[in-house]
């Protein structure tokens, strides 16, 4: 039996907007059921509930704007009482003015703050609202120039100004750039891996498989990441308050990048236990949600390693920014070919420069250098991937 | 299906990966992954979808070749065209 | 068109109705030997005779109730009232009998009486002589209300209400009869129902009447100086009153003053403020500004008497306030 909260899905995530429940009020419901729709920076986030039981009552209403912490629906014990009150209190946060918290007793939902006021604080007029609605124009976007900062009818466009869809999600990728750089010392390896075997053994595998279940290099790439962990479990976990917690489980986060810009690193989970023709489908999955916004909670917090890599169009070498918590990100460049020295001659083989940025708080060159080398290893011996 | 139908019907998944097109804007022989702005798990999903709309699942060794939208409608036609 | 001044145009009235019908006639203090208090009437005793311009005691209810008392008995009597300050003597008579006889009679009777009452402030009267009173006025369910500003409004307003079978208070104010304006030839009949669109404009609508109109109309001139456009509404009528003009004016500015000498809480000013923010709200772009009279009991010196009623100037700073460029 417990409350469940508004959650944190990101470092410097400081209130959400549930803006769809996904349960009825006496529903049961299972651990790792998707609960409820938080809208966030980096888009609607899917969230999934932690306890089993049966949702008793629903704290906030739908659209609603409350503190991380918040107190969101109570789920009770098959077979447990009624509440009436969260039994947590919710999380204030000191600038934040007008934010709803739930109500004692057997009241109705509280009144949650209605969607985000104008930037100038002052009204709008009815004039201004009339053009607004009539145009399509969304309010909340405007800036007033009437009198105390209102509103007013010359502040309407003509057109609805389409608005960034991605703003939201550039100031979290800003923030967590800007954390990271400045928190994180990183340090840089790289090293050079003859994919050409590989490659060939790759289409061979691909020859008798139907398009969607054929195996890009990027899955070999994270099979291979995810084994090496074993090897090096140092560059697995978060750095948090002076300290490396190590990962038992190695969910890898898959940088994607979104059509129009934006970026986010959605987990794919126990990538190391996965056989690979489940991760080539999960990958397809997440990718799919990840461009169009439907992530899950989970698949937001849970990487314990990121994973960025060029793809067949992209520069020859990437040095990855670490996400924080984390304390390494391993970088895949483009396969290319290069003259190399094969058994003393010179050949023509596909090379990729394979990169690694560490947290030189949790770890140093010398475990980096032995993560890159072990993924090498296992990137060099696909059949036992 | 008719030459027409391959035609359109290839555009229109194109148009899948790549929404802020529109069909009439495709260039039928600039490289798609230029052009679109899409990487090989788009392409991997496209040789999906054909194989979903067209019922033909193009071998890779082949599908590598396809790089521009009129190689691909060409292929369809060939390997699909006329059987309605 | 000639030129005359308001109390030559109010005298016009005068002549012209006596002459036309035998049942109109002027009574009031000093409307005979002395010609007016205004001088409105100025030589109409010579002509007219004593029967139709009767000198009457100062007892305002009196006079005011025999007045009433000669419509109800068929007669036009046209009832000067010095000032509106002295009204409120006969109020009695006017809202009590003149407004609700109809009413109370099942309509049996109408007092089909004109009284005329001189208005405002500005000639150092000081508290007692310095009302305006259209506020109470408006307020009472069967009466009219004229507000003539204009020479044509002066004399026509005059003669429309002499053609009405029901009671009619005119408010002139003190501070127009000298001044002149552009009568035309034939001089026209009007209306005692609609505003007259004073002057054009796109930005802000100025809603004023009687004395407060040229002062408005200078404060637009000011304004237009400044880039806004005011569109100036002569109300004219105050009861009942041109809504619809109000309303069409500010479906096209968004923006509105009401500027009236009376003081501004729980007056004239009001009523106009509360019928648009019912009728119009949706078409604001900002809430409803008066420019009033300050509340206080008019000063007797000249700069504080100023500074107490609405000036051209604070036309223009409520305008520009609401514009949003106060």
């Not at chain 1, 890009?216 to 479990?233: N, S």
């Not at chain 3, 005119?170 to 034939?186: T, W």
Request: glycine share 10%.
């Amino acid at each position: 039996m417990a409350d469940f909260l508004m959650p944190s899905l990101g470092a410097d995530m400081e209130r959400g907007i549930l803006s769809e429940w996904l349960v009825k009020p006496g529903q049961t419901v299972n651990k790792g059921d998707l609960i409820a729709v938080v809208e966030t920076d980096k888009g609607a986030i899917e969230v999934e509930v932690w306890d089993s039981g049966v949702v008793d009552r629903l704290w906030v209403e739908a659209g609603a704007e409350v503190p991380v912490g918040t107190p969101l629906a109570h789920i009770r014990e098959e077979g447990a009482p009624v509440e009436h009150a969260p039994a947590a209190a919710p999380v204030q946060i000191p600038e934040a003015a007008g934010v709803a918290a739930p109500v004692q007793a057997a009241a109705p939902p509280p009144q949650a703050r209605s969607a985000p006021s104008s930037s100038t604080g002052g009204g709008v007029s009815p004039w201004a609202r009339s053009l607004a609605a009539e145009r399509g124009v969304d309010l909340s976007g405007l800036t007033g120039t009437g009198p105390g900062g209102a509103i007013v009818g010359r502040d309407v466009p003509e057109r609805p100004v389409p608005k960034d869809p991605l703003q939201g999600m550039r100031r979290a990728v800003a923030r967590a750039m800007e954390k990271s750089k400045r928190e994180i010392p990183h340090y840089y390896l790289s090293t050079e891996v003859d994919l050409t075997d590989t490659l060939a053994w790759l289409a061979q595998f691909n020859a008798d498989l139907p398009a969607r279940q054929r195996v890009l290099p990027i899955v070999l790439w994270l099979k291979a990441i995810a084994l090496a962990v074993h090897e090096v479990p140092e560059v697995n976990g978060f750095w948090r308050e002076g300290a490396l917690t190590l990962s038992e489980a190695v969910h890898l986060g898959v940088a994607v990048s979104l059509r129009g810009g934006g970026l986010v690193a959605p987990a794919l989970h126990d990538v190391d236990d996965t056989p690979l023709p489940e991760l080539v489908a999960g990958l397809a999955d997440v990718v799919t949600r990840a461009r169009r916004g439907r992530l899950r909670g989970s698949e937001m917090m849970d990487a314990t390693l990121t994973v960025t890599s060029m793809g067949d169009r992209g520069v020859e070498r990437v040095d990855g920014v670490i996400y924080p918590p984390q304390v390494g990100i391993v970088g895949v460049g483009r396969a290319t070919e290069r003259a190399w020295v094969v058994d003393g001659a010179v050949a023509v083989r596909t090379v990729t420069t394979l990169t690694f940025a560490g947290d030189h708080r949790a770890h140093d060159g010398h475990k980096g250098g032995l993560f890159l080398s072990a993924i090498a290893k296992h990137i060099t011996h696909p059949e036992d991937l | 299906m008719d030459d027409p139908t391959i035609h359109k019907k290839l555009l229109d998944l194109l148009v899948e990966l790549a929404p802020e097109f529109a069909a009439e804007d495709i260039d039928l022989d600039e490289d798609l992954r230029d052009q679109l702005d899409i990487d090989s798990m788009d392409l991997q999903q496209l040789a999906g979808r054909i194989d979903d709309v067209f019922g033909v699942d193009i071998p890779e060794a082949e599908r590598v070749e396809l790089s521009t939208a009129r190689s691909l409608i060409d292929y369809l036609q060939k390997r699909h065209g006329t059987t309605g | 068109m000639s030129t005359v001044t308001y109390r030559e145009a109010v005298r016009m009235a005068l002549r012209e109705s006596m002459t036309a019908d035998e049942r109109v006639f002027l009574m009031g203090e000093d409307v005979g030997r002395y010609g007016g208090s205004y001088a409105c009437s100025m030589g109409l005793l010579e002509e007219f005779g004593e029967e139709r311009i009767r000198d009457t005691p100062l007892s305002e209810s009196g006079f005011v109730g025999a007045g009433i008392g000669a419509a109800l008995v068929g007669m036009r009597p046209i009832v000067e009232v010095m000032t509106v300050n002295f009204s409120l003597l006969a109020l009695d008579q006017i809202i009590n009998n003149a407004a609700t006889l109809r009413h109370m009679s099942g309509g049996q009777v109408s007092v089909p009486v004109v009284i005329r009452m001189s208005t405002g402030a500005g000639k150092q009267l000081a508290a007692q002589h310095s009302h305006s009173w259209e506020g109470f006025y408006t307020h009472v369910p069967g009466l009219k209300v004229c507000s003539p500003a204009t020479v044509v409004d002066a004399r026509g307003m005059l003669l429309a209400a002499l053609d009405d079978p029901d009671p009619v208070v005119i408010f002139e104010h003190a501070g127009l009869y000298n001044r002149k304006g552009e009568m035309p030839e034939p001089p026209p009949s009007v209306d005692l129902r609609t505003a007259r669109v004073a002057r054009e404009g796109t930005d802000i609508t100025l809603i004023t009447h009687g004395g407060c109109l040229w002062r408005t109309l200078e404060a637009a001139e000011t304004l237009a100086e400044q880039g806004v456009s005011a569109e100036v509404l002569d109300l004219r009528m105050l009861r009942p009153l041109d809504w619809a003009t109000v309303h069409q004016s500010i479906a096209k500015t968004h923006r509105a003053v009401v500027v009236d000498e009376g003081w501004k809480s729980w007056g004239f000013s009001a009523e106009v403020s509360a019928r648009i923010a019912e009728e119009s709200f949706w078409m604001l772009d900002a809430p409803v500004r008066r420019v009033a009279g300050v509340e206080v009991p008019i000063p007797y010196a000249t700069h504080l008497e100023k500074a107490s009623i609405p000036q051209p100037a604070d036309v223009v700073r409520g305008a520009l306030e609401v514009v949003g460029r106060g």
